[in-house]
C-alpha cells in the first residue's frame, strides 16, 4: 500500500498534531498521556530517520563505507 507523496511528507506533523488533540478531546490521563507520548515519539524518530537518510543516501556516501564506519566506531567504543 502507498501513501500519497503529500500526505508522506507531512507524517510527522500529523503525528504531533494527533498527539495534541488527543489530549484536548479525551483530557489528560495517564492512558492517554502514553498514547500522546508514543505518537510525539514516531513524530521524531520519523523525523530523525528521514533527516538520516538524506544526509546520508544523497549525500553519495555509499552504505558499504558508511557500514565500515559505523563498525569502526563501534569496535572503538568497546575498546576503551
Do not use: N
Not at 507531512?10 to 504531533?16: F, T
Not at 498521556?33 to 544523497?58: D, E, F, K, N, V
Request: contains cysteine; positive net charge; aromatic residues 8%.
Amino acid at each position: 500500500m502507498r501513501i500519497p507523496e503529500p500526505l508522506y511528507r507531512k507524517l510527522p506533523v500529523i503525528y504531533a498534531v494527533a498527539a495534541v488533540v488527543l489530549v484536548g478531546v479525551f483530557g489528560p490521563s495517564l492512558p492517554i498521556a502514553i498514547s500522546a507520548l508514543m505518537l510525539l515519539c514516531a513524530s521524531g524518530l520519523t523525523t530523525l530517520w528521514r533527516h538520516r537518510y538524506q544526509t546520508l543516501y544523497r549525500s553519495g556516501a555509499s552504505r558499504r563505507s558508511e557500514w565500515a564506519r559505523r563498525r569502526a566506531k563501534r569496535l572503538e567504543s568497546l575498546m576503551s
